[in-house]
């Protein structure tokens, strides 16, 4: 069997999702990363039909220096009545540079008879002539046929003669494409293993999740014989999604054994998935398979317990081969268990202390019933066990009073000024600070005054903040959550505030972000 091609289309199909919008210099960054995650091809754009794809492909020549993968430029099969040679869409790829060229076709007879309005014969013939002129420039040409699924099934004879066709051209891969998302894995497997039979071509597959079986439908094409799978970072793509390359990658390797991508840059999975949606802007899913923050998070607290004895009996693989780690989640359902874990999960060894677990989790349980959660909050958890642990040890500073006053020139745009008083170092530092809404003003204030005893502060900074009401359900007002993500540029750690004011909440998980940031750099209280 050839070596598995894992084909990234981010920057293509991927980038036709809504509200996906990226420049040349966010491709290059991403496409950086797709080489770091050890993906075999990544395809660039549309040279010539798209101008930022052409600078793309100008820029990647002087500033990517791939270290594995290969780039692939996208286009299509010469016009209607034309030469591919005189075509100067067609030239446009070989000036791209790019040594993979992925041509589109199409396969199914509708589309060629009603969307490209010409013959089933023309439409042969400029397959043969725009492959094999590109094999003539010395390119390795792979052929997208696209909605081939529903064409074979509505002309079997004349999708199989489409894939002959570029084969005998000299295409690499003929690639079979669920274009429109229907197909479910038994389809998949039944048409993959059809076209190897009949015409012995290389065969790939290029699923999108209409079905929810994009992953599924592309681990289908693959054990029919396909050895070659496209899909997307993160699943973008346009509707629902393209196959998230990741999770088909990762089935291949950790469930089938196949040889997709390296096992060792799988362990830089989670960190470059989500370094991608940083660049796209498009905020990581949660329980995505293998690289989502909830992929190996344990809630209840039965099963808590029985992780301390065997993380393997709750968990489909070892989470650290992705790159993520096993989270225990300390809920109202979390028993003794749960609160030891999370110990051990900041370096904490409970193991002889009952009193302090016993204190924790009453702590715990009594602040969920009024509207805390913990869930996402590891860092306020690991602030209440250090402080049982060691009374005092997160007292970096005393807060003698903070203020804010909003200002409006009536016109909607308001300032707010904060001003803060705190005791640190053995003086009393007092600091304003401005900022375009209260927050903000309360968080440079903050740190203004702490900067003059604790300097260290300096790398750490907000970078997430969340805010959410929550009902008056028993009677009494309603309170406000405020969840706060602080980061020292390495790493970052999760914060909570509850309280009746926005202001309030705000303040306990800014002032608790910083805390656990200052404990983290090992800097002495002063
Ligand atoms: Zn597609």
């Not at 079979?176 to 894995?185: A, H």
Request: charged letters at 25%.
């Amino acid at each position: 069997m050839e070596a598995l091609h894992v084909y990234d289309t981010t920057l293509r199909d991927g980038a036709q999702q809504e509200g996906l919008n990226l420049s040349v210099s966010d491709k290059l960054a991403i496409a950086g990363l797709l080489d770091d995650l050890g993906v075999d091809f990544i395809e660039g754009g549309w040279p010539g039909a798209n101008p930022k794809d052409t600078e793309f492909f100008e820029r990647a020549g002087k500033e990517l220096h791939l270290r594995r993968a290969t780039l692939a430029a996208f286009g299509a099969t010469r016009r209607v009545g034309g030469v591919a040679a005189d075509d100067p869409l067609v030239q446009a790829l070989v000036d791209s540079g790019a040594s993979v060229v992925c041509l589109v076709a199409k396969s199914h007879t509708g589309h060629v008879e009603r969307a490209l309005r010409t013959t089933l014969e023309e439409n042969l013939e400029m397959v043969r002539d725009t492959v094999s002129h590109l094999v003539g420039e010395g390119r390795r040409v792979f052929l997208d046929c696209e909605h081939f699924f529903d064409g074979w099934h509505l002309d079997r004879d004349y999708a199989l003669s489409v894939v002959r066709t570029a084969h005998d051209a000299g295409a690499e891969v003929v690639v079979l494409c669920d274009t429109n998302g229907g197909m479910l894995p038994h389809q998949v497997e039944e048409v993959v293993s059809d076209v190897i039979a009949a015409t012995g071509a290389r065969i790939g597959a290029h699923c999108h999740n209409d079905t929810g079986c994009a992953a599924a439908n592309s681990v289908a094409a693959v054990r029919a014989g396909a050895t070659h799978v496209q899909g997307t970072v993160n699943g973008y793509g346009e509707r629902t999604g393209n196959a998230d390359l990741v999770t088909v990658a990762a089935n291949l390797r950790f469930k089938l054994g196949l040889d997709a991508m390296e096992a060792d840059s799988f362990r830089r999975a989670k960190h470059i998935a989500h370094a991608i949606s940083e660049v796209t802007n498009v905020p990581a899913y949660s329980r995505q398979p293998y690289v989502g923050a909830s992929a190996f998070a344990h809630k209840a607290g039965l099963h808590a317990s029985a992780l301390k004895v065997d993380p393997d009996l709750y968990q489909h693989m070892d989470p650290a081969l992705v790159g993520n780690g096993m989270r225990t989640l300390v809920s109202d359902m979390a028993g003794r268990a749960s609160i030891e874990l999370k110990a051990r999960e900041a370096g904490l060894d409970l193991s002889d202390r009952p009193d302090v677990v016993a204190s924790v989790l009453a702590e715990v349980k009594d602040l969920e019933l009024r509207g805390w959660t913990f869930d996402a909050a590891d860092a306020t958890v690991e602030l209440m066990l250090r402080e049982a642990l060691e009374p005092g040890c997160t007292h970096y500073f005393e807060v003698e009073s903070w203020r804010v006053i909003t200002d409006s020139s009536g016109e909607g745009d308001a300032t707010s000024e904060a001003t803060v008083k705190l005791r640190a170092d053995g003086s009393r530092l007092i600091a304003t600070g401005e900022g375009n809404g209260p927050v903000n003003a309360l968080d440079h204030a903050l740190r203004e005054a702490l900067s003059r005893a604790y300097p260290e502060i300096e790398k750490i900074e907000l970078i997430d903040f969340k805010v959410r009401i929550l009902d008056a359900s028993h009677g009494t007002d309603a309170v406000t959550r405020v969840l706060i993500e602080t980061s020292d540029g390495e790493s970052s750690w999760d914060t909570i505030g509850v309280a009746g004011s926005i202001l309030a909440a705000s303040w306990r998980a800014l002032t608790d972000g910083i805390v656990h940031g200052l404990l983290r750099q090992g800097v002495p209280r002063r």
